[in-house]
Nanobody, 117 residues
């Protein structure tokens, strides 16, 4: 079983920065992809960024150039550095670990990020 524990959310003014962390425990495989999703009020959950153990990353167009995802494989931890935050980034951010064999998604409890204008 995999458990994901997030930290680092909070309230910040527009233009500010926050850093989210997510520590995974349990059996973690090198093929697992870790990432961040978010759900804004009244909207569906969407991918923010993902990172393979190789370091290959993927970003939503809306955060490219502002957010940076990184991963420490030794610590089974993924980070999301969020810069130039805007009110539209306000959402609950969820850590995700995706396993492909067999296919399964694991989720953290979510952390609130609020950006004031």
């Amino acid at each position: 079983q995999v458990q994901l524990v997030e930290s680092g959310g909070g309230l910040v003014q527009a233009g500010g920065s926050l850093r989210l962390s997510c520590a995974a425990s349990g059996s973690i495989f090198s093929s697992d992809v870790m990432g961040w999703y978010r759900r804004a009020p009244g909207k569906q959950r969407e991918l923010v960024a993902s990172c393979a153990s190789s370091g290959k990353t993927n970003y939503a167009d809306s955060v490219k150039g502002r957010f940076t995802i990184s991963r420490d494989n030794a610590k089974n931890t993924v980070y999301l550095q969020m810069d130039s935050l805007q009110p539209e980034d306000t959402a609950v951010y969820y850590c995700n670990l995706r396993r492909f064999t067999p296919y399964k998604d694991y989720w953290g409890q979510g952390t609130q990020v609020t950006v004031s204008s």
